[in-house]
């Protein structure tokens, strides 16, 4: 991790807790994920230095009918990501995203202020389990 992307991550560093902390209360989390998602819930709270190759995801998606909404945010050794979209079977709508690419350290988005944050994760804590909907949520840990 270069200092461009370490000082990336520490900005954001209490959003991406509080994006992992909204999916942890909707109590979705699964027996298989638990110690993965506490793997990764220790990474957002240290932000450790990883030398080697690093896989890092968390994410909560939602499906009803052909509609598929996914909140999601990945990290690894070429940089980090974190976008919503929605897949209607046809498309790809993207609607909150940031990326990093460490190798030719750019960033690009629409993901930077504080109120956009906000709204990102105004979106995470209004998805509810009621319903037809399916809500679940996914963890990779890999380092």
């Known amino acids: 991790m270069n200092t ?3 000082s990336l991550l520490t900005r954001y560093q209490n959003y991406l807790l509080e994006f992992y902390q909204l ?3 909707k109590e979705i989390i699964t027996p298989n994920e ?3 998602s506490t793997m990764v819930k220790d990474f957002l709270e240290n932000l450790p230095e990883f030398s080697d190759s690093f896989e890092i995801e968390f994410q909560i998606q939602t499906s009803i009918a052909n509609l598929t909404s996914i909140w999601l945010a990945q990290f690894n050794e070429d940089g980090f990501s974190v976008r919503s979209y929605t897949l209607d079977g046809l498309d790809e709508l993207e609607e909150w995203y940031f990326h990093y690419h460490d ?3 750019e960033y690009e988005g629409n993901l930077f202020t504080d109120g ?5 994760l105004e979106e995470v ?3 509810d389990t009621f319903g037809e909907k399916k ?3 996914s963890f990779v840990y890999n380092v």
């Open 34 to 36: 638990l110690a993965k």
């Open 116 to 120: 956009d944050w906000d709204l990102f």
């Open 135 to 137: 809500v679940q949520a």
């Open 4 to 6: 461009i992307y370490r």
């Open 103 to 105: 190798e030719i350290r």
């Open 125 to 127: 804590a209004e998805i």
């Open 23 to 25: 999916i942890e209360d």
